[in-house]
């Protein structure tokens, strides 16, 4: 079992940058890891994933070349470097360990963070 809390979020202008964290309160060594996010009347959407050795990463087109997502497994965290921030980027923001493979989809993650709010104003 293993429990996740996001952390990092809050208020930024546009062009702005934010770090997420996600601290799991057990071993992530052996999960890919991923972040979503929900914006408000709409459904969760796959940002991110990392596989459980950090060498390779996936991203969503929109959040390509701005957003960077790192993991240190000794610290059980999970990170989201988020820069050039849009008004768009605005969303609760979730991280995920996933078991099993398709890490876009929402069915491949086990365990889910609560979120953290992320607002981008412009």
């Known amino acids: 079992q293993v429990q996740l809390v996001e952390s990092g979020g809050g208020l930024v202008q546009a062009g702005g940058s934010l770090r997420l964290s996600c601290a799991a309160s057990?071993?992530?060594?052996?999960?890919?890891m991923g972040w979503f996010r929900q914006a408000p009347g709409k459904e969760r959407e796959f940002v991110v994933a990392i596989d459980w050795s950090g060498l390779r990463t996936f991203y969503a087109n929109s959040v390509k070349g701005r957003f960077t997502i790192s993991r240190d497994n000794a610290k059980n965290t999970v990170y989201l470097q988020m820069n050039t921030l849009k008004p768009e980027d605005t969303a609760v923001y979730y991280c995920?360990?996933?078991?099993?493979?398709?890490?876009?989809?929402?069915?491949?993650?086990?365990?889910w963070g609560q979120g953290t709010q992320v607002t981008v104003s412009s």
């Open positions: 057990g071993r992530i060594g052996t999960y890919a």
């Open positions: 995920a360990a996933a078991t099993k493979g398709g890490l876009a989809a929402m069915g491949a993650y086990d365990y």
